[in-house]
């Protein structure tokens, strides 16, 4: 008998995860000459029962086995893969999500397509016969990550990027390079990653298809704003390494991450700001002085909101939603401030001078507000980062 094993990641999957196990287990029939092991890779953090669940699966069936991981997708991933190696000497090796999104049949092809040769299957939905049943924003997200990862990173002939179904031999898998995969990330950038990393360590690979439905229990763990971030970061980071450059931009940007929020929510609140201005001047008549007054005072809220329940969604603080209000009012008043003297600074300095660009003439007045964006930002980020929204949780 040849041993096949399936690794299914979970976290708070406990409505799914009986159901799963069961679904896999009757691919069996269709695969005649082959043995299923499943491994069970509960995150530390699930709370509800997955995990005694999973135990009492253990306890009916020598093939269910379990194993508590730290958190992230690509963590439980590849360590049900290594507890596969080292305890159940597996000759392929398979992956596929618990919640019973994807149709299990996708195993019988998966397993298929080694045996004809290839070193890595991948279960996809934009091949003949696949479907992806979600909502219409979720297959916009599924069909814009992969023709982005396509077109930036490639090979363009694999369509599925952003899916777990997926069966490789250990061969292939002693090949990647651990090092240079994000798998200890906190992200479901390990799909896209591990593909690269296979492509790179020469794998053999084909599609087959993959049928995707609607979640049945539980809930989604992918947040949809942070993934697309994660696919444009990790596509360039793979694109410059294939260049020979090594620069650890994907790392760099994860880290970056709440600082790029902040400055797209400035970016909008400029917007606002501007939008604002001009509405009560043309309006309400207001003279441009106070209406300056009352829409950068809109968007403050503006970007105190957006703030509030998405840059810095994640922090507990002490203080109430009215407290941070008024602090972050102050940190935008000391922004002011130095936004002013920066002006006034240079202005000083330089005078009233223009400047010749493409044959046209730029008043200096334009490089003294521009100059004053990344400084004002940055003192903006500092203040709100460390006082306004500091992390309180004890
Ligand atoms: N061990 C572990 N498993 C995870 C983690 N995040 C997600 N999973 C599991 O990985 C699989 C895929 O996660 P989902 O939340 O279903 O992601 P998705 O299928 O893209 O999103 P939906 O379509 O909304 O379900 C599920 O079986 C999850 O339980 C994690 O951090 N650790
Ligand atoms: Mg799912």
Partial sequence: MKKLTVVLPTYNEKANIKRIVEKVFEQEKNLPGWEINIVIADDIRSSDETEQIAKELVKKNRNVHFIKVEPGLGVGLIKGHQYALTHLKPDILAQLDA???????????????????????????????????????????????????????????????????????PELFAKINLDRLPWKERTFIIQPAFLHEAVLAGAKYKEVPLVFKNRLEGYSKNKVFNYTYDIVTYSLDARLHMLGLNIPFFRISRKAKTLVKFSLVGMVGTLVDFFFYKMFINYLSMTPATSKGFSTEIAIINNFIMNNYWTFRYRKTK??????????????????????????????????GFISILGRSIAYNNFYFFATILPVM??????????TWRNQED
């Avoid at 940055?378 to 006082?387: D, S």
């Fill in 99 to 169: 919640d019973g999104q994807v149709v299990p049949d996708v195993l019988i092809r998966l397993v298929k397509a080694i045996e004809e040769g290839n070193s890595l299957s991948i279960g996809s939905r934009f091949v003949s016969g696949g479907k992806n049943q979600l909502s219409f924003m979720r297959r916009l997200f599924t069909s814009g990550a992969s023709i982005f990862y396509r077109i930036i990173v490639g090979p363009w002939d694999i369509r599925e990027v952003t899916n777990s179904a997926r069966a490789f031999t």
């Fill in 319 to 352: 203080t109430n939603i009215w407290q941070k209000l008024g602090i972050f009012n102050l940190v935008s008043l000391g922004g002011l401030v130095i936004g002013v003297l920066i002006v006034k600074f240079l202005h000083t300095t330089y005078g009233d």
């Fill in 378 to 387: 940055l003192w903006n980020f500092t203040v709100n980062h460390f006082i």
